[in-house]
């Protein structure tokens, strides 16, 4: 943490309701095309478990209480925190204002929150920005010499949207499987997550699933494996 970062609590009746940290951006950079990351400061004590996210708002007049879940992509031990968040630039909001942000602007952040964390090796099925809770996850992992046995599948449109494409390549190799909906090309799979694909994929059946993305791919992907066999005790995601 630098010495710029502020932490605020707010107190009724003697009773903490909630705490927020004022905090700079040290860094922007751009992951895709309309990929942006942030890494802001760090308040002292401020922990969480790869997979988890917080509440972000801009401290902007007219935006401080516009605040929108994003997850933590650093490693918790990282002197610093870091986000990757998908922009709608035609979309008057939170993540096209975020565009205009620069470095030493100040983000909102609130309390750590999060059902998706690592709980024993597994398939990852991620879609679009939905791979956010697991950068942080297979980082780890990779920090640990632990990612053997893991894969992940990830959809998107196309292969600009894939986000940290090289990175995961070199992490997980051929155990890092893409399939995209509106492209086809010779080195991605082409159409949606099916219950066949899903199959062919799946190396054991006892393993653990993660499960993100947007809610109708989530309601598809949790209803094949369901129709393959897979119990609800193995699979690990965020509520619908």
Known sequence: ???????????????????????????????????????????????????????????????????????????????????????????????????????????????????????????????GAGITPFISIFRNLEKMNALVGNRLIFANKTKDDIILKKEFEEMLGDRFINILSEEDTDEQSHGIITEEFLKSNIANNTDKFYVCGPPPMMESVLKHLSEIGIAENQIITEEL
Not at 34 to 43: A, C, L, Q, R, S
Not at 74 to 98: A, C, M, R, W
Not at 115 to 122: D, E, V
């Open 1 to 127: 943490m630098t010495s710029n970062a502020v932490e605020i609590t707010f107190k009724t009746n003697n009773t903490i309701k909630m705490k927020k940290h004022i905090v700079k951006i040290r860094e922007t950079f751009f992951v895709t095309h309309d990929v942006i990351g942030f890494t802001p400061e760090k308040p002292k004590d401020y922990t969480f478990e790869p997979g988890r996210a917080t509440e972000v708002a801009i401290n902007r007049e007219n935006w401080v209480k516009e605040k929108r879940p994003f997850t933590f992509t650093n490693l918790p031990n990282d002197d610093f925190l870091q986000f990757i968040i998908k922009t709608y630039p035609s979309h008057d909001g939170v993540t096209k204002e975020l565009l205009s942000l620069k470095n030493g602007d100040e983000l909102i952040l609130h309390d750590v929150f999060g059902a998706i964390a690592f709980q024993g090796k597994g398939i990852f099925i991620a879609g």
